[in-house]
């Protein structure tokens, strides 16, 4: 019996194999750690943009988060803490036609490659970065980062964080990336469009996603299951940029929005730099 | 006053614990850290202690470790006492300002917990990091035991901040090896600890106001040479202050530290040259060839930076065969930086010993007893044909064995 074209497309599960390293799994993120999330909704993105795997550049720095490189059946470089930004601008620069993709953590892109995440932006080199953002160093045992909460517990802030912390987005923004948006590890579907997005624009998107480090984050921060840190922090902690319009300051309170938060045109880096070339030869051919 | 060393409490610590706690008795004012595997519990553990009120410092938790040398450099230069902890790429990313440190004369003590420098990426040990601070105006002290670690601190402090001397000090124990191995480890009092290291009395203070002095001036062609000359000198006079140091701590505390171990060499014909942890699986090898009568023996530096040349010299001068085991190849072309150390050492020995070097262990790579006595068979039957076969070669290794990628190794 013939299945109706509509129902085969829903019962046909997404083919992630296509899109792994075989031999490489399973990964080593923990039991509850949203990063496996967040790289099935990149790997929908990118089968939705419908990129080659061998015109594909994903570069990480250090952290969780960039194990994510170990894992992709793509050009992928797993390179030094923080430094993924300044790596992934010699790659893009280097061949322009490379889509790539930079995955990096908070306490990567925030503290140790803070400077080259706001170069990265500012130059808006048509790079889409991932900022996994769940406010731990969770590889190294859950210090806190530049994004943990003031307050927030962690193995360096046993009696709460006193440092306030970074919003990546409003960095991202005021450092001239010309995509910024923000999603969830739990909101999977959502995130795999605004991911799709980033991937569309050109020039420098930047998608901080909120996510949970359960074993660190959420041992410390009296989160009794990932699935209950998932609800709290990511479902009852952000809203949609839509929801909040229609509320007040006081309703949305502590809550993050979600969607996108800038969107803007700019010149992108690598075609200003072939302009400047076209126009020296154009005019020393003149002369 | 004789110590009653059996009436000491034991406590089962690990490298890093021990560490964390060596620094907690000297109490430093400031600690700036950024963690990395394998010394973050180091830092974990001292911010836990500040935390608790444990000690008066004031710790910070940097944003790289470029950062954490700086703050380091910040606040030895105001004339605090300043302690930090790092590995690897972290010590790689202080490289700059580890220079500066040496340079400016401030006696910091780092704790390196030894560790690959990638690509590729690897989180184990061996010594790519500290040896290529090697000529980075610190003092090295390489430990081979949790217990030496935790004193090598106390006396890290002294050596740094002794007035002939005024240089920082790495105090290198094997990554996961030794910071994560727990062993026997019998603690110093805490005022014990604090009457060893004293108090700490900056000659030069950015804080002191009424003398206000400049630090990190330029020097150009003229009296740059004067600053990296007496610079040389003071690096030279730590040798002696390790040695008083060391003195001072085995009387007060019953355990001796001198330049280096040496490990039955007395009569001994040939020896392995070797720092760190796998001298004590070296140790081994020599215990069972020793009851065989065969004539072995080890030296294990402690002191690496300055190199103690006349010392080591004098030690292996009676040796017919050395063979120097290197956890880290310098990429010369022409072995790791302690065969080519010693071998240069011993070029002013009369009827000098043949050498060889081995470079074992990168990476993690096991080093297991049979890799040592693999090492002394080396040794006796260079000792019986007079002649070096290979002057140097990678060991614990097979390079013609296929390399698995897909396993857990990577
Ligand atoms: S430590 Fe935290 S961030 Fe890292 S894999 Fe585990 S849960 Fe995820």
Redesign the interface.
């Known amino acids: 019996m013939a299945v109706p074209a509509a129902k085969q497309r829903l019962s046909v599960p997404f083919d992630y194999d296509k899109y792994l390293r075989p031999?490489?799994l399973p990964h080593i993120w923990c039991p509850g750690c949203g990063h496996g999330i967040v790289l099935k909704s990149l790997l929908r993105a990118i089968d939705k943009i419908g990129w080659e795997k061998d015109n594909l550049c994903m570069v990480s720095g250090?952290g969780c988060s960039s194990r994510t490189t170990g894992y992709v059946d793509c050009n992928t470089v797993?390179s030094?803490?923080?430094r993924a930004f300044a790596f992934a601008t010699g790659i893009k620069f280097s061949k322009p036609e490379l889509n790539t993709i930079v995955i990096s953590g908070d306490g990567d892109a925030m503290?140790?490659g803070?400077n080259h995440f706001i170069h990265l932006c500012r130059r808006n080199i048509d790079i889409t970065v991932l900022v996994y953002s769940n406010a731990i160093?969770g590889?190294?045992?859950g210090?806190?980062s530049?994004t943990t909460p003031a307050g927030s517990y962690a193995?360096?802030?046993?009696?709460g964080n006193i440092e306030p912390p970074f919003d990546p987005c409003e960095m991202a923004k005021a450092a001239g990336a010309t995509f910024v948006a923000r999603s969830t590890a739990y909101h999977t579907k959502e995130l795999e469009k605004i991911l799709l997005q980033a991937l569309e624009h050109k020039g420098t998107s930047v998608v901080d996603i909120i996510d949970s480090c359960p074993i660190y984050y959420g041992r410390m921060n009296k989160f009794k299951s990932a699935s209950h840190m998932m609800n709290g922090l990511e479902k009852d902690g952000t809203i949609t940029v839509a929801q909040a319009a229609k509320l007040t300051p006081e309703e949305i309170g502590g809550r993050q929005l979600r969607g996108i938060l800038h969107q803007a045109e700019r010149p992108e880096y690598c075609e200003n730099y072939d302009n400047i070339i076209v126009k020296q030869a154009t005019a020393t051919k003149g002369a | 006053m004789a110590i009653a060393r059996n009436k000491r409490e034991q406590m089962g610590l690990t490298g890093n614990s021990a560490v964390a706690m060596a620094m907690k008795q000297v109490n430093p004012d400031v600690f700036p850290a950024y963690p990395i595997t394998p010394s973050t519990t180091v830092v974990e553990e001292f911010s836990s202690y500040v935390a608790d009120g444990a000690v008066d410092t004031e710790f910070i938790a940097v944003e790289s470790e470029h950062s954490a040398m700086s703050a380091c450099v910040g606040a030895a230069a105001a004339g605090a006492r300043v302690m930090t902890a790092t590995s690897s790429q972290g010590l790689a990313l202080m490289w700059e300002v580890l220079y500066i440190a040496s340079g400016l004369r401030l006696p910091i003590v780092l704790c390196d917990g030894n560790r690959a420098l990638s690509s590729p990426i690897n989180i184990h040990c061996d010594h790519s990091d500290t040896m290529g601070a090697r000529d980075s105006g610190w003092i090295h002290l390489y430990s081979e035991t949790v217990q030496e670690a935790y004193d090598n601190i106390f006396q890290a402090v002294r050596i740094a901040e002794h007035p002939d001397v005024m240089l920082p000090v790495m105090v290198c124990l094997d990554g996961f090896i030794t910071t994560h191995a727990i062993e026997n480890v019998t603690p110093i009092g805490d005022e014990e600890a604090q009457e060893f290291v004293g108090e700490y009395k900056a000659k030069n203070s950015l804080l002191d106001t009424d003398n206000p002095v400049t630090v990190g001036a330029m020097a150009l062609q003229e009296p740059y040479m004067v600053f990296k000359y007496q610079q040389s000198e003071a690096i030279k006079k730590a040798k002696d202050v390790v040695i008083e140091v060391g003195k001072e701590f085995e009387e007060k505390f019953g355990r001796e530290y001198g330049l280096f171990e040496s490990y039955r060499l007395e009569d001994a014909e040939v020896a392995v040259v070797i720092l760190s942890s796998a001298a004590g699986t070296t140790k081994v090898a020599v215990d069972e060839l020793r009851a065989r009568g065969k004539k072995v023996g080890l030296l294990r530096p402690r002191l690496f930076r300055p190199l103690p040349h006349a010392e080591i010299a004098e030690a292996l001068k009676g040796l017919k065969v050395v063979a120097c085991l290197d956890r880290t190849d310098s990429m010369s072309g022409f072995g790791g930086p302690l065969f080519n150390d010693v071998r240069s050492v011993l070029y002013e020995v009369e009827n000098r010993p043949l050498i060889f070097g081995r470079i074992f262990g990168l990476g993690g790579r096991d080093y297991q007893v049979k890799d040592a006595l693999a090492v002394f068979e080396e040794l006796l039957s260079t000792l019986e044909t007079g002649k070096v076969d290979e002057l140097i070669k990678y060991i614990t290794f097979d390079p013609e064995a296929p390399l698995s990628v897909d396993g857990s190794g990577c």
Request: no cysteine.
């Open positions: 031999g490489k250090i797993h030094l803490h923080g503290a140790i803070g160093y590889m190294t045992g210090q806190y530049p193995t360096t802030s046993r009696y």
